[in-house]
């Protein structure tokens, strides 16, 4: 089942600005499971430190990025290692393009080990993604509160709970009007990993 998000806002106050389409089942929990166990034990996971207000202090989560890796690719000053696609994340890859019909160059996963584990507000804006890039966002194991924000408006805000196997496309102008989060939540106990699907220009 598809679920179209449009962030046309409250009351027409800000026009059409972007666009996202949500699929709950995408993987089944069959397959959800398995590739929770395959990325958690196969992936090489490193917890990267960033500077926030001058001093550097470690990202709450862990991450990895896959991909062509000749293409460089970095963000908030990180700049990535990226390893070749592996059998379980080129798998997921493919059926991703398949239904977005956009092709990936890599994918940036984030290993949220429980609810202290956290992806603060920001943009997948990149130069190197090109105008209105297309984000596919994969989501295994626990269920997580994902959290829209207008860049401009930032009193308005829009959210959803991104569930066990789903798929979140985000496109059009989304990336450019509307930063995303995925907050603190102290009574979530389990992990879950989530993979953001991107094209990198050369």
Known sequence: MQQKLFFDSVNNL???????DYFPEFFTKEESARHFLDLRQKVIWKQEP?????????????TALYG?????????????????????LQGIKNRVEDLAGQEFTHVLLNYYRDGQDSMGWHRDNESVL?????????????????????????????????????????K???????????????????????????????
């Open 14 to 20: 800000i026009p059409f600005d972007g666009e996202a």
């Open 68 to 88: 062509n890796p000749d293409i460089p690719y970095g963000y908030s000053g990180i700049e990535m290692e990226s390893h070749e696609w592996i059998p379980v």
């Open 50 to 62: 960033i500077k926030i207000f001058g001093k550097e202090v470690m990202q709450p989560r862990l």
């Open 172 to 202: 059009g102008a989304t990336q450019h009007f509307w930063e995303h989060q995925l907050p603190k939540r102290k009574r979530v106990s389990r992990p879950r990993i989530n993979l953001t699907f991107r094209k990198i220009l050369t």
């Open 130 to 170: 090109g105008k209105n890039p297309v984000i596919a966002s994969v989501s295994f194991g626990e269920e997580r509160e994902f959290q829209f924000r207008h860049y401009e408006r930032k009193q308005i805000k829009r959210k959803i709970m991104l569930q066990n196997g789903s798929l979140l496309i985000m």
